[in-house]
């Protein structure tokens, strides 16, 4: 990734889309740029669309009102091979296609990925459209497919660090308790507690059964975490609480990494241990690739 395209990162949607009314004529090669029609068979969803799931009778009210009034806003496309993929407004192509539109008004544009994948995250957080966990998934793409650091995309993006690291921490969960974030049974809030629990899948299930508010459910993990007020090492030796500095820096570095990274430090002693879980090889093969681009750029 050169820096060029590392400064690109948030121009907005008005610098990336352009002008809407600008028409473009056909290219020698019979593709187009600017405000068109086509054909809706032509358009293909994107490849780096954060977003997947649509709410099937708020999507079939669009389709309505679009078979009735029609598009008002065209969807945003790339060309692609003899296709357009779809970089912005993939709920109104969904829509046109129960209305059974043949052709939709679209806006073409040339994107690079890092600009396609920028422009469907802002569009769907700057509508709210985006889960917990999908707008987790469109930062962990940005900062892994573009090396772009937490710093960076909340930036770019016009979000803190913070909420930023702090969705992260959410992709070290249980797929089951990501499904249970997604379909909005269980909150953001909820789940960051249980992200050093031992069984967060069953505390998650225990916090929606009862109906436990944020500060039940981080109580109620950490009496899951540490039950008798310590934790017992395999070795046998015991380890009193972690203080909060300790687990958040655990939570960064498992953020950033996308791996369980656990910190054993001794109170009032320099030296401690620092343990990295990888769950696939194709994690430890980025992990390796990692630590050569730090060790090549120092």
């Known amino acids: ?148 650091t937490q710093e960076k995309v909340a930036e770019a993006l016009g979000k803190s660090r913070s909420h930023i690291a702090n969705l992260l921490r959410l992709l070290n969960l249980p797929e089951a308790v990501q499904h249970m974030v997604s379909d909005g049974r269980l909150s953001a809030g909820h789940a960051r507690t249980l992200i050093t629990a031992p069984d967060p899948e069953a505390l998650a299930k225990l916090i929606i059964s009862k109906g436990l508010s944020v500060r039940q459910a981080e ?29 958040a820096l655990e939570g960064d570095l498992s953020a950033a990494t996308g791996m369980k990274i656990r910190i054993d430090h001794k109170p009032g002693q320099e030296a401690g241990r620092l343990s990295i879980n990888y769950e696939t090889l194709e994690q430890l093969d980025a992990l390796c690739a990692l630590l050569s681009t730090t060790s090549i750029k120092t």
């Open 219 to 247: 109580k109620l993990a950490k009496q899951a975490q540490n039950p008798m007020g310590t934790r017992k090492r395999p070795s046998g030796a015991f380890e009193v609480d972690k203080d909060a500095d300790t687990k």
């Open 1 to 148: 990734m050169n820096s060029m395209k590392k400064k690109r990162l948030g121009r907005g949607l008005g610098s990336l889309i352009g002008n809407i009314n600008e028409v473009t004529a056909p290219a020698a090669d019979g593709r187009v740029e600017g405000l068109v029609e086509i054909d809706i068979d032509r358009i293909q969803r994107g490849k780096y669309q954060p977003r997947q799931n649509f709410d099937q009778q708020s999507l079939q009210e669009l389709a309505d009102s679009i078979a009735s009034q029609g598009i008002v806003q065209p969807v945003v496309l790339r060309p692609e091979g003899n296709h357009y993929e779809l970089v912005a407004g993939e709920r109104r192509w969904r829509a046109a296609q129960l209305a059974q539109l043949h052709e939709v008004p679209v806006l073409i544009r040339q994107f690079d990925d890092i600009e396609v994948l920028e422009v469907a995250i802002i569009e769907n957080i700057q509508r709210a459209d985006l889960d917990p966990i999908e707008e987790a998934a469109g930062y962990r793409q940005l900062m892994y497919k573009f090396g772009h």
